[in-house]
């Protein structure tokens, strides 16, 4: 298990580290991008020649150091890997040391400063951010106080111009790199939204079902069926409500042990599956007590219903589970009236279940109507039960 998730970390460091070799190749290529923006100045006339070829030397030297240590892997050693502190301080610093150098240019170089502390607000925390906000600030403010008048403007020339707005431009564009780590992040986001909430609906759907079949608990079922019984009360549907229960399962559990016991719940559950439509819930109340939700069905196609399915269990090959085995259920089957509650439907149902377990087992009975259900007939009054019916199994 640990080694499963060791494997799972290295995948995910892996990843890590190639999006951070991905930004040392667009920070070179940024740094060669600037470079030649102060070509074009020196073209100009704006800046000596010698200070645009230092800058191209100094930046491609730096960020193409930093490419090393990423391939290398000699930022893995350290706390925060992907190195923002050194790289904003060293790209910084050059950016105020060539105020010095090309003070006409100073404002672009500010310009860069911006952009730079664009990174630091994605990737810094508050407190990191004002500290780096101050750095940067304390730092131009000495730079701006030593230049004193030789602080300046490229200059009005229409290249000059032109070129100033060449600059911005394309220092717009190296935001690209930023947006590319918060789209990162956000899509990082996005994938563990995705990830949490299907756990939790697993979470939920487990938190619902019951272990050994796999339909719906005690717990979710009653729910299901308030839920039901309110749209019911609001629409004037008609619904059934089904108690069934396994006949004689103690002796099949005596005879043939609790694990073929299992098994039959479990298949009694697939052929429910089988023989009910998608909309029916099914749910495990009990040991081998089950209920069954019948939605949009009146009294007489629910028996239909549940009888055929009683038909389907009681023809089912259960030999190819044990030999000898024989299965049936007996069930009641109660529809929803107007002003029926959750008790009184559970209460008619399972009344008719005890009609049909007296009446002999492997039967469907059909629940009187709600007023009458007023408490568990004794087994003399079952013959005079109108208007149920019970189902003689062949
Ligand atoms: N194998 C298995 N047996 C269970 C489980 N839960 C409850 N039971 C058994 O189900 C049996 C229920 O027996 P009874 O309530 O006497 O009912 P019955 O034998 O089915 O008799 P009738 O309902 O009257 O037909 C008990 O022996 C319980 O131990 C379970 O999860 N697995």
């Known amino acids: 298990?640990?080694?499963?998730?060791?494997?799972?970390?290295?995948?995910?460091?892996?990843?890590?580290?190639?999006?951070?070799?991905?930004m040392a190749r667009l920070l070179i290529l940024n740094m060669a991008i600037e470079s030649a923006e102060l070509a074009l100045f020196a073209i100009a006339g704006t800046i000596p020649v010698s200070i645009a070829v230092l800058f191209l030397a100094v930046g491609f030297a730096v960020s193409s150091g930093f490419y090393l240590v990423f391939r290398l892997g000699l930022n893995l050693r350290f706390k925060q890997k992907n190195l923002l502190i050194p790289q904003l301080l060293v790209f910084g610093g050059i950016q105020i040391v060539f105020m010095f150098l090309a003070p006409k240019l100073s404002i672009l170089f500010l310009l860069v400063l911006v952009v730079l502390s664009g990174y630091a607000a994605i990737e810094f925390n508050p407190r990191q951010y004002t500290i780096g906000w101050l750095v940067?600030?304390?730092?131009?403010?000495?730079?701006?106080?030593?230049?004193?008048?030789r602080f300046d403007y490229p200059g009005h020339a229409d290249m000059e111009v032109g070129l100033v707005w060449l600059f911005f431009?394309?220092?717009?564009?190296?935001?690209?790199?930023?947006?590319?780590?918060?789209?990162?992040?956000?899509?990082?986001?996005?994938?563990?939204?995705?990830?949490?909430?299907?756990?939790?609906?697993?979470?939920?759907?487990?938190?619902?079902?019951?272990?050994?079949?796999?339909?719906?608990?005690?717990?979710?079922?009653?729910?299901?069926?308030?839920?039901?019984l309110q749209r019911s009360a609001r629409s004037g549907r008609a619904f059934c409500l089904v108690m069934l229960d396994l006949d004689w399962f103690k002796a099949i559990n005596d005879r043939f042990g609790h694990p073929v016991g299992d098994v039959v719940l479990q298949r009694l559950c697939l052929l429910a599956g089988d023989n009910l439509r998608a909309v029916d819930q099914v749910g495990r109340i009990g040991g081998e007590e089950f209920a069954i939700l019948l939605p949009d069905a009146s009294l007489d196609s629910g028996y239909t219903t549940i009888d055929r399915l009683r038909a389907a269990v009681h023809a089912y090959d259960w030999q190819?589970?044990?030999?000898?085995?024989?299965?049936?259920?007996?069930?009641?089957?109660?529809?929803?009236?107007?002003?029926?509650?959750?008790?009184?439907?559970?209460?008619?149902?399972?009344?008719?279940?005890?009609?049909?377990?007296?009446?002999?087992?492997?039967?469907?009975?059909?629940?009187?109507?709600?007023?009458?259900?007023?408490?568990?007939?004794?087994?003399?009054?079952?013959?005079?039960?109108?208007?149920?019916?019970?189902?003689?199994?062949?």
Not at 190 to 197: A, I
Not at 204 to 224: C, I, K, P, Q
Not at 347 to 353: G, M, T
Not at 358 to 386: F, I, K, S, T, Y
Request: neutral net charge; without cysteine.
């Open 169 to 228: 431009f394309m220092t717009l564009r190296s935001l690209t790199l930023a947006n590319a780590s918060f789209s990162r992040l956000r899509e990082k986001l996005l994938e563990k939204n995705r990830q949490l909430e299907q756990s939790l609906h697993r979470i939920e759907d487990m938190a619902n079902r019951d272990y050994l079949t796999g339909v719906h608990n005690r717990r979710h079922f009653m729910s299901l069926l308030e839920m039901e």
């Open 136 to 149: 940067y600030g304390a730092a131009t403010a000495l730079a701006m106080i030593l230049l004193g008048d």
């Open 1 to 22: 298990m640990q080694s499963i998730q060791a494997a799972h970390s290295d995948v995910r460091e892996g990843k890590r580290q190639r999006h951070r070799l991905y």
């Open 320 to 394: 190819q589970v044990a030999d000898g085995l024989q299965v049936s259920f007996s069930a009641g089957v109660a529809a929803y009236g107007a002003g029926d509650s959750v008790h009184m439907m559970i209460k008619r149902a399972d009344d008719a279940l005890y009609e049909a377990k007296h009446a002999g087992r492997n039967r469907v009975q059909q629940a009187g109507a709600m007023q009458e259900a007023q408490g568990r007939p004794d087994p003399e009054q079952l013959e005079q039960l109108e208007p149920g019916r019970v189902n003689q199994a062949s």
